[in-house]
């Protein structure tokens, strides 16, 4: 029997449940919540199951004509290679994970059925972005991913807070997006077809201008960088934070956040060598940017969210070193680890009482062991510490960069350094030390429904870098030499062979950045820094005024824009237009309506009148 | 003389006589379902005319009297419409039944003596003929119209339609007696062969015009449509609403077979008289229904915009145009019966016929709300309802004959503008069902088997007809292939 029915089955499950539920269980909390889980668990069972029976390889597809238009013929077909196969592994697997967390977080939220079906539709528009084989399919499931996005950070619409980052997300994603669809309609009308292994021929044979193919992956890049979150639409990501937490980590740090990355790597063939420059520099300004941010900020999800989109600049820089091997396997392990931190950040948010000041926290450890130690587990690999999953794979992109860019090796380092910092205080100020508030006195280690997830994330952050995945990429992605490890030992040690360079600054960086950590925050009551930086600090803080910035450039422009037509409307469309049309045919009716007096004299006489018209028109 | 040509006729006399006889053994309380007994007859005359009713191919047309009756596709077309209508009127005609003081039996009778009129109307192919059809529709409805004896409305309007039916009857009457002078003959078919030599006779055409003026006041188009909304208001609504479909479409079968059987040559000459009159009609039509409150009122003066609207398609002067007539007054039939009889169930009681009277139509009762709805979206010519269809074929003919005479897109024009402005009113009309101001009565309406069904036919009909127009165009475009 032919296997290939059941990603199908997989792609529809989760939008069954969130149809189900949205039509028919919201009322029953227990069931919607069942349902939902159950999709995306059978989805994540189901996976492994196709893969057992398919193998990683070959690559092939399977598709529907959906509809033709003219000479363009859309399909809605799914596309299996090692790349989407193990992407639909992390989605279904990570999201399988925080769905039964959400059961714990989120059981005395009275909307919990809304949130599950939000929640389902977003894991249906992910894996529809992860399964597509053709640019218009992507484009649609990466809008219904920004709708579903939109409705889960403004999930609690009540709080305006909420609502405005929720616009904000989805507004500067579709800036970027309008770029994407431009590259979209570009390569279809060079090319002829949407499918990207036919546009992948088309660009292998094309006799054009170079600089027109760098321009259309440019537009399709900024696609990414609205949803990857890249400068100078990285704005909105820190803000999405006012979504649950578990949202959070689901979609803003481990999956749709990177279904940028992934796009990149999934049409990386388009990219000429003049368009990976660009997008390494954007990735490794983004990545020191935030970084930079992440230092001096004090709430903990802002903390992870500058984190996330540090790391995500470090995937996209790497995709800029033609590395999209080295792209996916930190995006992989990445998304282990930041759900894991996220999943962390979530549980001591609700055991503090929804702060989420880490200067209001301290003294967590001995109160909530399983999550200090998950947490514990999650830093160590973001910070990339060898064995855990985060070295081998950022280790993967120092060596990129060491080999194509000196510059982009020296801000990949110091990214490194700023990381292990960030994370240190982090960690020092909210578990270690001693109480600072009164809730953090009486905090409790969460529910097993929470703590089991923490603990499976856990484990695959440790393990994530040693179980085959860059080689699975490898035997897709590499456009250059990949070595093959052939036993675990070989595995563990494999980097220090390899780069030992990168290796050395690697973690001569997580040594630094523990350092200065612990100098500055081990016994500290209060930040230190701001008085040590002054003026710089504060710019930190501020985030260094980018939103300000906007609203002082983009968005007054636009209100004047906004101003006008909306003076053009009232004044000239309504007002002389419409009012005065109507207000004239109007007055016209009500003047004719005279004529009927209901005087039965004035009707003969009418019709008298009329008679000699006729006949005047008749015989004249 | 072959009176089997009659049967349409003779049967619906039959059967109005019969109604009458059996009213006099009939117990008061029964006598009111004597409506369905009505209705079921017509309906039965329906299916004989349907299945049993054919014209032999070698003889397209056939006559009876003298050549005074033909009956043709066109005779054959009109007169399926007519029982079509007349069915669905007489089941609105018993939901009324309960508002009329007595004689119910003698109302439906006389519904059905008109709608015999009209039968002969649609096959008169003389003078004569035409004018004693179009008196045998004009006095039934001078009483049908006063048939409310106690309410003054009522009677109010039963005069002015007499006096002002009489005066255009003495014109139309005048007008033969001149045309008959000249000539020498009633007789359309003989006319047409001598019509070409009176083309520049004063007398002939002032003869002609008079005619004109008789059936300009049937079809209330400008500027004999004074009294429509006068009479429409008063008559009682079933009265009203074959007043709106009947009399009007018997006018129109007229009207084509006077221009375009009996004296083509001249018509042709007359192009610019029917551009102004179709043109004035719409505009004073739709502008004088903007201020109206009163919802039968408010179709009266739609009506004279829709009199306008079918004289595109004679405007014209061509076999599309023609066979857009048909097409939209289909279209109209389903359409206006449909807004009648939601008006005859959900303004009961309510004093002038006030348009706010529905408010909260759509919770008492969501089937008469939506009715509605689409009625006047029917109206104003929303797709894909049969009144969008129906206007896209009158206006395609018109602007066919753009070419020949720049008064067409002046004409074309207008009839859009018209259109425009006739959504304000029509959709005023379901704004007052969906967003009442004021809380209303809510009490629910309750809607009689029969009138269902005829309500689902109507929506069927007016949904049919703008999504398959194929069927019906081809019947119309088979009717009007004898006029020219």
Redesign the interface.
Known sequence: MNPDFIPWIILFLPLLAAVVIALFTQHDRKLSAGLSVGAVVAGFVLSLVFIKLNGWAPAHEVSVAWLTIGDLQADFGLHFDPLSLLMMLIVTGVASAIHIYSWGYMSEDRSLPRYFACLSLFTFSMLGIVLANNFLQLFIFWELVGVSSYLLIGFWFERPAAADAGKKAFITNRLGDFGFLLGILTAWAWFGSLNFAEVNKGVADWKGEHWLLTVAGLLIFCGAMGKSAQFPLHVWLPDAMEGPTPVSALIHAATMVAAGVYMLCRVFFIFTPDALTVIAWIGGFTALLSAVIAVQQDDIKRILAYSTLSQLGYMVMAVGLHGPTQAMFHLTTHAFFKALLFLGAGSVILAVHHEQDIWKMGGLRTKMPVTFWTFMVGTLALAGVPPFSGFYSKDGILAQAAQHSLPLFVVGAVVAALTTFYMFRLVFVAFLGKSRSEAAGHAQESPPVMVWPLRILAFFSVVGGLIGIEELYGTQLATEHTEHAVSFGQQLIGPFIHAPLAVGVGLLAVVIGYAAAYALYAKAAKDPLPEKLGALSRAMRNRFYFDELYQATVIRFHDFLAAAADWFDRCVIAGVGVRGTHGTTELAGRALRLLQTGNLQTYAFIFALGVALVLYMVLS | MNLSLLSHELLVLALGLGLLLVDLWLPVPAKRKLGYVAAAGVGLILLYSLFCVQLPASSPVQYAFGQMYALDGLALFFKRFFLLAALIVLLMSVEFADRIASGIAEFYALMLFALSGMLFASSANDFALLFVSLELITVTFYVLTSFQRARVTSLEAG??YL??GA??TA?TVYGIALVYGISHTLNFGLLSGVAAQYGDN?IF??G???V??GL??KIAA???Q??A??VYQGAPTPVTAFLAIGSKAAGFALLLRVLFIAVPDITAR?S??LI?ISGVSIL?GN?????QRNLKRLLGYSSIAHAGYLLLGVAALSAAGRSAVLYYLSGYLFTVLSAFTVICLALRGVEGEDVGGLAGLHRRSPLLAATMTLAMASLAGIPPLAGFFGKFLLLKAVVEQGPTHPGYYCLTFTALAGVV?SL?YYFGVVRAMYWPGEAADLSPIVVSKPIRLTLYGCIGGMLYLGLFPNGLLEAANQAVKLLR
């Open positions: 005069v002015k006096i002002i005066l255009s014109f004063k055409l002032f002609l015009a008079l004109l003026v300009g006041f400008f500027p004999f004074i009294w909304p006068d007359w610019n008289l102004i004073y502008l004088c229904a903007i201020p402005i304000y």
